[in-house]
């Protein structure tokens, strides 16, 4: 029978490697093969420099994320963090902004596998992509972990595939990669906005706190060490396809890493290179499916979304009501809209999910010394959010602001209850 109660705990079964490999699913995705043109039609030769920026910002979100995570190892991220440290409200705030803007991604993450394995039945085969992983999410955690274990490595044997194929060519020049700013300093900070949205999976390994093992030594150990290892790859990557076409090349590409490999002379790849990214998509899907259902949970059991969500399978031990709502929203999203705008969306929700992060980080010590990297990171995170497009923006912060009425009106109500019993 299930136990809906709130009580009822995960299994911890997740090492370090196991953690680092969700968070590499979650980063080392599909966001590598679709947002370098968009990031390079906004920041132009400042490409590399936008990469820098958003690492930088995705790293100081990353320290805030451990050292919080490490006192705190429970399922639900800065949902848990903002609560205990910033107040109830922040905490909702950030667990609204994660839920809502990582919905988003699924849906565009699914869309993707559909668009690379059928283009004709993209919305059909993104639905079943979703079913695909919402099933295998419920089976429990352990099987995730596998599964994006081999997902990451395809992915990354498909990646040092497209680095040795561009840098080995004659095509490749050193001269094309001209670090400058052609874009300005608001298209470098653009473009720095959109890549994070390719970094943003570290949070994977904070929002599963509760089914660490040892998490106060596992989880800061994991999320800087999968940063890191992202960083390398997108890096390494961003230089190999600049080198063979070029800013002004690869603000035209709809497919940057295909139509890299095919320019360097090597056409036999391309198909690889497709398959690589609906495999990285789908890894992305997988544990975006994982974050967002567990950060549904935590705010099930805090009653600010519905308290059957905070239900626990007592055979699998996962929060299988939550997978399957979060699952059946995301299929519904992936079978009637375009979702190609809702990646600066999701930027945006999540930027103000890791504001919120660096602000809890911050009051865990008076010393101006551990301070640093928080205040960095909320600044960063304000510049890059609002440095989005107009319209992500725009939209973004309505559908915040459509939480924060929520909020309210709960609150309201909730007030009213005990006076009507007679307290």
């Given amino acids: 029978m299930t136990q809906p109660v709130s009580n009822v705990r995960l299994r911890r079964t997740l090492g370090v490697g196991d953690a680092v490999v969700i968070g590499l699913g979650s980063m080392v995705g599909a966001g590598i093969f679709a947002a370098l043109g968009p990031a390079a039609r906004a920041a132009g030769s400042g490409l590399l420099l936008g990469l820098g920026v958003a690492a930088a910002v995705a790293y100081c979100n990353a320290m805030s994320s451990a050292r919080l995570a490490a006192v705190y190892p429970a399922s639900g991220g800065t949902y848990v963090y903002g609560r205990e440290r910033l107040g109830d409200f922040w ?28 283009p004709g039945q ?50 490749s020049d050193a001269g094309r990669l001209d670090i400058g700013a052609s874009g300005g300093v608001g298209g470098v900070l653009q473009a720095a906005g959109l ?3 390719a970094f943003a999976g570290y949070a994977r390994i904070a929002t599963l706190g509760e089914e660490v093992r040892d998490p106060a030594r596992t989880i ?39 139509e890299a490999v095919r320019a360097a002379g090597v056409p036999g790849l391309v198909p690889v290179v497709r398959v690589g990214a609906a495999v990285a998509a789908l890894g992305s899907l997988l544990a975006l499916i994982l974050g967002v259902s567990r950060t549904t949970l935590a705010m099930a059991r805090d009653r600010h979304l519905p308290g059957a969500l905070a239900a626990v399978h007592p055979r699998f031990q996962v929060p299988h009501r939550a997978e399957l709502a979060v699952g059946a929203v995301v299929a519904v999203l992936a079978a009637t809209v375009d979702v190609r705008g809702a990646i600066g969306f999701s930027s945006f929700g999540v930027l103000a999910y890791y504001a919120v992060a660096n602000a809890s980080a911050w009051t865990l010590s008076s010393a101006a010394v551990s301070r640093v990297v928080p205040v960095v990171g909320l600044v960063g995170c304000v510049m890059l959010a609002f440095a989005l497009p107009g319209v992500s923006v725009t939209v973004g912060a309505g559908v915040l602001g459509v939480g924060v009425a929520a909020y309210g009106v709960r609150r309201r109500w909730a007030g009213r209850g005990p006076r009507r019993g007679g307290a």
């Fill in 195 to 197: 890549l994070f949205f």
């Fill in 91 to 118: 905490g909702y705030l950030a667990g609204w902004s994660f839920v809502v803007g990582k919905t988003a991604s699924c849906a565009a993450m699914a869309l993707t596998v559909g668009a690379y394995v059928w």
């Fill in 220 to 258: 800061p150990r994991a999320i800087p060490l999968a940063l890191g290892i992202a960083l390398v790859v997108y890096a390494a990557v961003a230089v190999a396809v600049l080198s063979v076409l070029g800013s002004g090349g690869l603000r035209q590409a709809s497919a940057p890493l295909a």
């Fill in 122 to 171: 993209a919305h059909a085969v993104a639905v079943a992509a979703v079913v695909a992983l919402t099933a295998v999410n419920y089976g429990g955690v352990q099987k995730s972990a596998w599964l994006t274990r081999v997902i990451v490595a395809v992915v990354l044997a498909v990646l040092a595939s497209v680095v040795v194929a561009c840098l080995g060519s004659g095509e």
